[in-house]
Nanobody, 126 residues
Framework: QVQLVESGGGLVQAGGSLRLSCAAS????????MGWFRQGLGQEREFVGG???????????NYTDSVKGRFTISRDNAKNTVYLQMNSLKPEDTAVYYC????????????????WGQGTQVTVSS
């Protein structure tokens, strides 16, 4: 069983930055693919990006096109934590952001993930 707790959300002006953290329980954190998803009001949950576990090109990342060059995902396996650094934020980035884990290859499909955090709100004002 893996428990995930996100933190770091808040209100920021357009062009600003935020860093989200996702702390995970469990001894095999480094083997999990970690995904970040977001869900805007009235919208479907969408893949933001993710980072692979050590068994699958560990440390490599993948992003959705709308955040490439602005968002960066990293992980600290010693701290069982994954990060989402968000720069040059836009109002359309406003959403609840979730981290998710799966003991398999990184996936873009939210239904492929076994564990989810509670989400953290990110609001970007124009």
């Amino acid at each position: 069983q893996v428990q995930l707790v996100e933190s770091g959300g808040g209100l920021v002006q357009a062009g600003g930055s935020l860093r989200l953290s996702c702390a995970a329980s469990g001894r095999t954190f480094s083997s999990y693919a970690m995904g970040w998803f977001r869900q805007g009001l009235g919208q479907e949950r969408e893949f933001v990006g993710g980072i692979r576990g050590i068994s699958w090109s560990g440390g490599s990342t993948n992003y959705t096109d709308s955040v490439k060059g602005r968002f960066t995902i990293s992980r600290d396996n010693a701290k069982n934590t994954v990060y989402l650094q968000m720069n040059s934020l836009k109002p359309e980035d406003t959403a609840v952001y979730y981290c998710a884990a799966r003991f398999a290859r990184l996936a873009r499909d939210a239904t492929q993930y076994d564990y989810w955090g509670q989400g953290t709100q990110v609001t970007v004002s124009s």
